[in-house]
């Protein structure tokens, strides 16, 4: 990798939510790295810089007039390159890169990860390892799709992303209710709002068995670089899908992670992806190994944090460089092991606190706690919510030293959620 002192100084593109947990981590990283860093976002254009960052505002829903304000931007100060955080903006991000002739994604690629129904139909068509699949509309009669199920299968919305309104069914009357379920998180007025088309459809595949990961890489002209593989290893059985525990360096035999890097690279291929950071979910069993996913981005929330190479450069910075056109060859690991816990939300309600936070903090092996939820917030689980209540980093001599610390930690914390009033009238 380019050592930063003879970086050549330059502007760069990222297209993130404000409020997402990474946009500082970017941010940081790029001071650091000696890049002006600007920002695209999707926000109110009518109010003069509301957040004071002089981002540009822009509309995720309307990807090519919005391309076309970055182009504008892009005419007073150009941009060495983009980086994206988050699915949502992944096909802004590939719309403006084609605009300005950046090297980046093609919008047809990004449009197939963010689908999983014309996803799963790639991967069959390149002769990949899918399991039986139908989509339907969400104004489809549940009982008779009930019908068409083999069991068990795992009914999931087609746009949403972070296990949100995936359920399992092992029968009808299961198949019924989570329909049910994911018909009214569609239903509801934050994913009306966001006016996509893949929203309106629920995917049914069969359930895969077996044990799950994810690879994290990059991408050059298609060529995939792979920067880490994670166990997770609590068991995603269903009926809900919840990660919890990312942990890297895998523990998986050799064989095993050959064949999940391979399957992740002909996915990539299957897509048609040819730059910049994918985050791929997949599971391995004795047939082998199962794409389930890959997303056109870095891995989401603060989990980036785990990653980090050389002298303590952070994974933003490794990205950022890229974007930039510069080499980053020979990445290596600054710490022998590390992972970290998305700590799960365990009932609905307000959240009025956590105890234990400072004794977890003192777990050996334990880096970081980082409680995201805040006094007063209105908390909903998976599969209808989207957040976790933050967040706890580890690192140590290897990969099962580091998971007993996130455990003991987490086990070390107590959450206090009170139940929600309901709102009276007068």
Known sequence: MT???????????????????????FADAARRAGYDLALATDRCH?????????????????????????????????????????????????????????PHNSPA???????????????????????WFFR???????????????????????????????????????????????????????????????????????????REFAVEGILTAGRLDVTAIFDKPDPLDGPHFEETIYVTPSRAEGTVQRELVEAT??????????????????????????????AARPIGGLCARILRFGNGTPYEEIILRHAAGEDIGGLTPERPAAGAMMIPIPKGGVYEGADGVDGAGRVPGIDEVHITAKVGQHLIPLPE??????????????????????????????????????????
């Open 3 to 25: 050592d930063r002192t003879s970086a050549s100084p330059g502007r760069l593109l990222l297209v993130a939510a404000t409020t997402g947990y990474q946009t500082k981590a």
């Open 109 to 131: 690629s990004v449009a197939a990860c963010r689908d999983k129904y014309l996803a799963r139909q790639l991967y069959k068509s390149a002769g990949m390892r899918v399991p």
């Open 385 to 426: 919510g989207a957040t976790y209540l933050g967040f706890i980093f580890a690192s140590g001599s290897d990969p099962a030293a580091v998971e007993q610390s996130l455990r003991l930690a987490h086990a070390e914390m107590r959450f206090r959620i009170v139940a929600s009033l309901p709102v009276l009238g007068c």
């Open 265 to 294: 690279a002909s996915a990539v291929r299957a897509l048609g992806l040819s730059r910049g950071a994918i985050h791929a979910e997949l599971r391995w069993n004795e047939e082998g190994p199962w794409i389930l996913e890959v």
């Open 46 to 102: 009518i109010l003069e810089d509301p957040w004071g960052d002089h981002a540009i505002p822009v509309r995720f829903d309307e990807p090519v007039v919005s391309a076309e304000l970055i182009a504008l931007e892009a005419k007073q100060r150009p941009f060495l390159g983009i980086v994206v955080v988050g699915d949502r903006p992944t096909l802004l991000a590939a719309v403006a890169a084609e605009r300005l002739g950046l």
């Open 136 to 210: 339907s509309r969400i104004g489809e009669d549940p009982r008779q799709l009930a019908r068409r199920a083999l069991y068990p299968c795992v009914l999931k919305p087609l746009g949403l992303s972070g296990s949100r309104g995936v359920i399992r069914a092992n029968n009808e009357a299961e198949f019924v209710a989570a329909f049910e379920r994911i018909r009214a998180i569609l239903d509801g007025v934050s994913i009306r709002i966001l006016k996509e088309e893949q929203n309106r459809y629920v995917q049914v595949e069969a359930f895969i068995p077996g």
